[in-house]
């Protein structure tokens, strides 16, 4: 069964729509993380979270926000989507055993148009 | 800050060839080291990790060796397979910042029979 799960697998989106991308742990871990990856970028931290009701910026916040209602679930909000937004994106839990490991959801592909 | 250099960007070997990807990390005291695996439409999944010095990493035939000395986690399997084919990438967590990782830029492993 899958600890890290994200919906939807697949999006198109227009230019100035709003997307939302859910990610849901089962893992009961206290972190949540959203990264993007891109080729030639690897992974890329946006916004990462210890625990319900809290949120941080990442390395790459701009053009994002994140919101964490409960220790479950985990969301990136883009507001006014934007063509250079166009890329795979991770979620992942971690931090139990206190060494940092992260597991990673199978991603979300977004398409801005 | 901390960092993680993966030296090669694209490695390709016939089955049976043995596989070295070169992993070099800065950070203070003593970071935890990760191998992560990413399968073509999959999230990145923790390959093993180690945290102390001299301690051997190992899983599915690949294993790494903490060398704090060299500053280095190289990754070597003794006779590669077609099925591992994937992106591997190298990644640290620090004792300053233990809830986030530092990722290599990744290594495009293409293994032919």
């Known amino acids: 069964e899958a600890a890290v799960t994200q919906s939807p697998r697949n999006k198109v989106a227009v230019t100035g729509g709003k997307v939302t991308l859910s990610c849901n742990q089962t893992?009961?871990?206290?972190?949540m993380y959203w990264y993007r990856q891109d080729t030639g970028h690897g992974l890329r931290l946006i916004h990462y979270s210890y625990g319900a009701g809290s949120t941080e910026k990442g390395d790459i916040p701009d053009g994002y926000k994140a919101s964490r209602p409960s220790q479950e679930n985990f969301s990136l909000i883009l507001e006014l989507a934007t063509p250079s937004q166009t890329s795979v994106y991770f979620c992942?839990?971690?931090?139990?055993?206190?060494?940092?490991?992260?597991?990673f959801g199978p991603g979300t592909r977004l398409l801005v148009l | 800050g901390d960092s993680v250099t993966q030296t090669e960007g694209q490695v390709a070997l016939s089955e049976e060839d043995f596989l070295t990807i070169h992993c070099n990390y800065s950070a203070s005291g003593y970071p935890t080291l990760f191998w992560y695996v990413q399968y073509p439409g999959e999230g990145p999944q923790l390959l093993f990790r180690?945290?102390?010095?001299?301690e051997k990493g190992s899983s599915r035939g690949f294993e790494a060796t903490y060398d704090k000395g060299t500053t280095s986690f190289h990754l070597r399997k003794a006779s590669v397979q077609e099925s591992d084919s994937a992106v591997y990438y190298c990644a640290l967590s620090s004792s300053s910042s233990f809830s986030k990782l530092v990722f290599g830029q990744g290594t495009s492993l293409s293994v032919v029979p």
């Open positions: 992942a839990s971690g931090d139990a055993d206190g060494l940092g490991t992260q597991y």
């Open positions: 180690a945290s102390r010095d001299k």
């Open positions: 893992n009961n871990h206290n972190n």
